[in-house]
C-alpha cells in the first residue's frame, strides 16, 4: 500500500487507521505486510463498501477533511470497487520473522527427550 507523504506521520503515530481505496480489484489481503518508512502497515481487514457509505467521518478518520478530499485521492484509476481498509502501523523491529531474533540463537533448556523440565 502506498500512502501521500502528508498521512505517514498520522499512520505512524497511531492516529490513522484505515483508508479508502477505489480500485477494479483488492490490492492487499488481511494481514499482509506493507512497507511504509522504516516499518510496515498490517492490513487488519478489507472490506467492499458502498460508496455512500463514505462520511466526512471517515473521510477525518482516514485522515483528510472531508469526502470530496478522500475522494480526490482515492478515485485516480479506472476502479469502480470501493474498499475500506483497516490497518495498524508497526514500526521498524515490532516483527522479526522467525530464525531472525538474537535469542533464537539461544539453545531452549530441554531434558534427553526433547522435552522441557516441569
Not at 516483527?95 to 531434558?111: C, H, I, L, Y
Request: one cysteine or more; aromatic letters at 6%; glycine letters at 10%.
Amino acid at each position: 500500500m502506498v500512502f501521500t507523504k502528508r498521512l505517514r506521520e498520522g499512520i505512524r503515530r497511531g492516529l490513522i487507521k484505515c483508508s479508502i481505496r477505489v480500485w477494479q480489484r483488492p490490492h492487499v489481503k488481511a494481514g499482509g505486510r506493507y512497507p511504509l518508512d522504516d516499518g510496515h502497515v498490517v492490513v487488519d481487514s478489507i472490506d467492499e463498501i458502498d460508496a455512500d457509505a463514505i462520511t466526512d467521518r471517515l473521510a477525518r478518520e482516514s485522515g483528510f477533511a472531508d469526502v470530496p478530499d478522500l475522494m480526490a485521492m482515492a478515485k485516480h484509476g479506472p476502479g469502480e470497487h470501493v474498499y475500506l481498509i483497516r490497518f495498524h502501523y508497526l514500526p521498524a523491529g515490532g516483527w522479526e520473522p522467525p530464525g531472525t531474533r538474537a535469542d533464537d540463537d539461544v539453545p531452549s533448556r530441554t531434558n534427553s527427550r526433547g522435552r522441557r523440565p516441569t
